[in-house]
């Protein structure tokens, strides 16, 4: 059984740096063909997929917020890491990382695991 915890500050304040971990248990990171997304879900409105990083280390990025997110791992920690950048009351939402296989063309993602979700609020 795989899972997944997500963890950071609840409260970031404006401009600053979103940092969010997903700690993984059961199954490796690094394991084919798998790709680990972070989603998050603003108040009232759908989830919105930020980005991925794969098996093999290579990454994927939302076109909205590719100037802002970076998306890391450590495998020796078997850990994935968020950074969104300069945030704004915009960025509050609940954070979820979630573990998924690629399919189709144009690729998309197929989840059959997800974390908890963290709540993040930006604010001052």
């Known amino acids: 059984q795989v899972q997944l915890q997500e963890s950071g500050p609840g409260l970031v304040k404006p401009s600053q740096t979103l940092s969010l971990t997903c700690t993984v248990s059961g199954g490796s990171i690094a394991m084919a063909y798998y790709y680990w997304s972070w989603i998050r879900q603003p108040p009232g409105k759908g989830r919105e997929w930020m980005g991925a990083?794969?098996?093999?280390?290579?990454?994927d990025y939302s076109p909205s917020l590719k100037s802002r997110t970076s998306i890391s791992r450590d495998t020796s920690k078997n850990q994935l890491t968020l950074q969104l950048s300069s945030v704004t009351p915009e960025d509050t939402a609940v954070y979820y990382c979630?573990?998924?296989?690629?399919?189709?063309?144009?690729?998309?993602?197929?989840?059959?695991?997800w974390g908890q979700g963290t709540q993040v609020t930006v604010s001052s």
């Open positions: 990083i794969s098996y093999s280390g290579s990454t």
């Open positions: 979630a573990r998924g296989l690629r399919v189709g063309i144009p690729p998309t993602y197929e989840y059959d695991y």
